[in-house]
C-alpha cells in the first residue's frame, strides 16, 4: 500500500488571522490628553493673534478668527508636518492689507483662493525643496529675529495700560515657571490663563481684556464664492497679491516646519506641506476668512507643550471655533496680561541663546556670524521673516563663494630639460574663482609647452570654460601650446561643448 501522505502543519495563528491594524498614537489616553491640552492653549493664544492681524489687514475681527479656525483644522489633514499650526499671520495680512483697503472683503477673498491655487502649483513643481538651500547661520538668525519680534509685539500691550497689569504679567511667568515643578500633566501657560482669569474677574481688576481686542463672532460663516466680477481686470488686479502671498505663505511654512523638524528629531513632506497651504487657503478663501500660513509663535506653544501629533492642530482650530461662538462671553474676560505672559515666555525660549554666548562667537566663523546678524536685522527691521530669510540666504551664499574662490590653487612643476612645465590646479572652479585663476600663470617665462593638470578639481559653469579658454589664448598669442589633461566627466562634457563658443569671431 502506498504511504500516505503526510498532513499540513497547522497553519499559525498570526498566518491565519488577519493582523489587526495598529492604533494611531493619539488614541492612547496620555498622548490624548496632551494634544488636546496642548490644542487649547494654542487656542487660547490664536484669539488676539487673529484678532490684531485682521486689524493689520482692515477687516472685522472675525474674517481673522474664522481664518485661524479653518486653516488649523484643514491644514491637520492635508499637511506635511504634524504639530505644526497654521493660522492667519502678521506677514499674509500685511500682503492683502492693500486689496481690502482699496477694493474691499470680495478682492480680498478672492486674493486668498488665488493665492491657494498659486501654492498647490508651486508645491507640485517642488518649489518647496529649495529650503535645503537655506544654511544654518540663516536658520539661526530667523529663530533668534523670530523671538524678539515675539517680544516686541507685546509691548503694545504694555503701554498705556493700567498699572495691575504689570504685576498680572510678572505673576502669570512666576506661576509658568513654577508649576511645572508641582506637575507636567497640565499646561502651565493653560494654569497661567486661567489663574489669572479668575483672579481678576473675582477681585474686580480693571484691565484690557480680549473683547476690547474686538467683537468674537457669534454665528458659523456660510461658504460661497467671492462677492467679484469674475473679469480679467479682477485677475490683474489680485494676481501679484496672490503670488506674494503664496511665496510668503509658502516660506514661512517651510521655516515653520523645518524649526519643527529640529525641535522634534522628526522629518515632514515639505512638498506635501506647501501644497496642504495651498488647498487650506482654498478652503478658507471660500469660507470668507483673510487665509494664512505657519504660524510660529503658536506652533512654537504647541511643541513645547508637548504636542506632536496633527490632533492638536486639529484641536487647535476646534477649540478657538467652539471658543468664540460657545463661550464668546467667557473668553471675551481673559485678561491681555496672561496672553502677554504666555508670549513672552514662549519669546524667550525660542531666541537661541547659545548662538550669541562669546565663547560660541569666538569659535563661529566671521562670515557665519555676519549672515546670523544680517538675517536678524534684516527680519526686525521689516517685521517680515520671508524677507530675512531671502537676504541672509544671499547674503551666505556671497560669503560662501568669497571662501571658495580662495581655495583654488596652482602648483606648478618644470620638466629638468626646460622644455614643458605642468600647472596642477586643485579646488572648485566657478565664477568667482576662475577670474583669478587666469592671473595665476606665467605667460611669458614659461617654456613652449604647457599641461595644465585639473585633476584635483571641478569645471562648474560657463565661467570656468571662458577662463581656460583666455589661458590657452594668452599662451597661444606667445606661440605656445597648452594641453589641458584630467579633466573629470562632467567638466570634459562641459568644456568640450563651451569651449571656443563664448567670445565672438572677428
Not at 611669458?444 to 570654460?465: N, R, Y
Request: with cysteine; aromatic share 6%.
Amino acid at each position: 500500500m502506498p504511504t500516505p501522505a503526510p498532513a499540513p502543519s497547522p497553519r499559525p495563528a498570526s498566518a491565519r488571522l488577519p493582523r489587526r491594524p495598529s492604533r494611531p498614537v493619539w488614541l492612547s489616553p496620555t498622548v490624548f490628553r496632551t494634544e488636546a491640552l496642548a490644542g487649547l492653549v494654542v487656542g487660547l493664544a490664536l484669539i488676539p493673534e487673529a484678532i490684531s492681524f485682521s486689524v493689520i489687514a482692515g477687516v472685522d475681527p472675525e474674517v481673522g478668527l474664522f481664518a485661524a479656525c479653518t486653516m488649523a483644522m484643514v491644514i491637520a489633514f492635508v499637511g506635511g508636518r504634524p504639530a505644526m499650526i497654521s493660522a492667519a499671520t502678521g506677514a499674509v495680512a500685511l500682503v492683502v492689507a492693500p486689496v481690502a483697503r482699496q477694493y474691499g472683503l470680495g478682492h480680498l477673498v478672492a486674493t486668498v483662493i488665488l493665492a491657494g491655487v498659486f501654492q498647490i502649483a508651486l508645491g507640485a513643481l517642488g518649489v518647496a525643496k529649495l529650503m535645503r538651500f537655506v544654511p544654518r547661520s540663516v536658520m539661526v538668525g530667523f529663530v533668534n529675529a523670530l523671538g524678539i519680534l515675539l517680544f516686541t509685539a507685546q509691548i503694545p500691550n504694555l503701554r498705556d495700560v493700567p498699572w495691575p497689569v504689570y504685576p498680572l504679567v510678572a505673576g502669570g511667568l512666576a506661576l509658568m515657571l513654577l508649576f511645572p515643578r508641582v506637575t507636567r500633566a497640565v499646561p502651565a501657560p493653560l494654569v497661567s490663563i486661567v489663574a489669572l482669569t479668575v483672579l481678576t474677574v473675582a477681585a474686580g481688576i480693571a484691565v484690557p481684556t480680549v473683547g476690547d481686542k474686538g467683537t468674537l463672532p457669534s454665528s458659523l460663516p456660510v461658504p460661497g464664492l467671492p462677492d467679484v466680477p469674475f473679469t480679467t481686470h479682477t485677475l490683474t488686479v489680485i494676481a501679484p497679491y496672490a503670488f506674494a502671498m503664496a511665496l510668503v505663505g509658502i516660506m514661512e511654512s517651510m521655516m515653520t516646519a523645518k524649526l519643527v523638524d529640529d525641535l522634534t528629531d522628526t522629518p515632514s513632506d515639505k512638498t506635501r506641506e506647501a501644497v496642504g497651504q495651498g488647498i487650506a487657503n482654498i478652503v478658507t478663501g471660500v469660507s470668507g476668512g483673510m487665509g494664512g500660513c505657519g504660524m510660529i509663535g503658536q506652533t512654537m506653544i504647541n511643541v513645547k507643550n508637548g504636542a506632536r501629533t496633527r490632533l492638536s492642530t486639529f484641536l487647535a482650530g476646534f477649540f478657538l471655533l467652539i471658543l468664540c461662538l460657545a463661550l464668546g462671553p467667557v473668553v471675551s474676560r481673559i485678561p491681555m496680561a496672561a496672553l502677554v505672559a504666555v508670549m513672552v515666555l514662549v519669546s524667550v525660549g525660542t531666541f537661541d541663546w547659545h548662538s550669541i554666548k562669546p565663547a560660541t562667537l569666538r569659535r563661529m566663523p566671521v562670515g557665519e556670524t555676519a549672515v546670523m546678524v544680517v538675517t536678524v536685522i534684516v527680519v526686525v527691521s521689516t517685521g517680515n521673516l520671508s524677507i530675512g530669510v531671502v537676504v541672509g540666504s544671499l547674503t551666505a551664499m556671497v560669503v560662501f563663494a568669497r571662501r571658495v574662490a580662495h581655495l583654488t590653487e596652482v602648483t606648478s612643476v618644470t620638466d629638468p630639460d626646460g622644455t614643458q612645465v605642468v600647472h596642477t590646479v586643485t579646488g572648485q572652479l566657478f565664477f568667482a574663482s576662475s577670474n583669478d585663476l587666469v592671473t595665476r600663470f606665467d605667460y611669458a617665462g614659461d617654456p613652449d609647452k604647457v599641461v595644465i593638470d585639473l585633476t584635483g578639481t571641478h569645471v562648474w559653469d560657463a565661467s570656468s570654460v571662458a577662463a581656460l579658454d583666455a589661458i590657452e589664448t594668452k599662451y597661444a598669442q606667445r606661440g605656445k601650446t597648452v594641453e589641458i589633461i584630467g579633466l573629470n566627466g562632467p567638466s570634459a562634457r562641459l568644456h568640450g561643448r563651451l569651449s571656443g563658443e563664448l567670445t565672438a569671431s572677428h
